[in-house]
């Protein structure tokens, strides 16, 4: 298996510009977790999927964050509008969940998205 | 609240030492704790796994300990080189609530 995908690796947009961001997990497991990484909050749980459903998106900043997972191998985080303190390395992690448990996340690339 | 703390939040060794990083956590329910390293401007990359029936694991020069009565994991680095240069992130993964959260990370620097 190639890993965590996520696309693209690099993102710059105007402010105000729509910001989609894609990630494909590891084939066969079935949590997906979106992180945010900056320097001064470090890595913050966005959401996350189980089984295709999203289970916590407590961690979503505000109403312009959308996520969704429309099927096993594929997942977008949606930014709209974007605004420059949005900022930051997005992180997608899969895992294999079975019930109550968490076995090893393995992370992608992420996407360093960068809003002027 | 699920909570995760690393202390120290830098550190700095000679080459060959030997180190110990510190994650604690809050949460009781804990089901794992995951050690990860980062390189500047990369991904995670996952260490080692410690399941909550677990009291170490061990790969290579590493060796993380375990102890959920007190809320605390460990990373041991033995005979420390300076290619271990990074910054480490503990997570704990929750049976509470599913969500694995993360510490603010300890940036290592080993020098030759």
């Known amino acids: 298996d190639a890993g965590v995908i996520q696309s693209p690796r690099h993102e710059v947009t105007e402010m105000g510009q729509e910001v989609t961001l894609r990630c494909k997990p590891i084939s066969g497991h079935n949590s997906l977790f979106w992180y945010r990484q900056t320097m001064m909050r470090g890595l913050e749980l966005l959401i996350y999927?189980?089984?295709?459903?999203?289970?916590?998106d407590s961690g979503m900043p505000e109403d312009r964050f959308s996520a969704k997972m429309p099927n096993a191998s594929f997942s977008t985080l949606k930014i709209q509008p974007s605004e420059p303190r949005d900022s930051a390395v997005y992180f997608c992690?899969?895992?294999?969940?079975?019930?109550?448990?968490?076995?090893?996340?393995?992370f992608g690339q992420g996407t360093r998205l960068t809003v002027v | 609240k699920q909570e995760v703390t690393q202390i120290p939040a830098a550190l700095s060794v000679p080459e060959g030492e030997n180190l110990v990083l510190n994650c604690s956590f809050t949460?009781?329910?804990?089901?794992?704790l995951q050690w990860f390293r980062q390189d500047p401007g990369k991904g995670l990359t996952s260490l080692l796994l410690?399941?909550?029936?677990?009291r170490e694991q061990t790969s290579g020069r590493l060796n993380a300990s375990l102890d959920k009565s007190s809320g605390r994991s460990t990373l041991y680095i033995a005979a420390s080189q300076p290619g271990d240069s990074a910054t480490y992130l503990c997570?704990?993964?929750?049976?509470?609530?599913?969500?694995?959260?993360f510490g603010q990370g300890t940036t290592l620097q080993v020098k030759p």
């Open positions: 410690i399941q909550s029936s677990q």
């Open positions: 992690a899969s895992s294999l969940l079975p019930p109550g448990r968490h076995t090893e996340a393995f």
């Open positions: 999927f189980n089984n295709n459903v999203p289970i916590d």
């Open positions: 949460d009781s329910a804990i089901y794992n």
């Open positions: 997570a704990e993964g929750s049976s509470n609530t599913g969500k694995l959260i």
